[in-house]
């Protein structure tokens, strides 16, 4: 997976790799992984999402799909 981790060091400060799986990971400090983009456009969060606000853009519906253990 192609990966973009942010740290707070200039070191660390935007690390980015690649490869051609055609995933993209998004990582912050100490190496966490944020969100995952799969090859498809999935949107994989490890951790707990919050949605909030209202709806926009002419969509009338929208399709949430939970994975893993609740």
Same mark, same amino acid.
Request: hydrophobic share 40%.
């Given at each position: 997976? #192609? ?6 060091? #200039? ?60």
């Amino acid at each position: 997976m #192609s990966t973009i981790s942010a740290g707070t060091t #200039s070191g660390t400060a935007l690390v980015n790799s690649g490869d051609t799986t055609g995933a993209l990971v998004f990582k912050t400090n100490t190496n966490t992984t944020a969100l995952t983009l799969d090859a498809s456009g999935n949107a994989i969060f490890p951790g707990t999402v919050t949605i909030s606000g209202t709806l926009v853009g002419g969509v009338t519906t929208a399709k949430v799909y939970f994975m893993g253990q609740f």
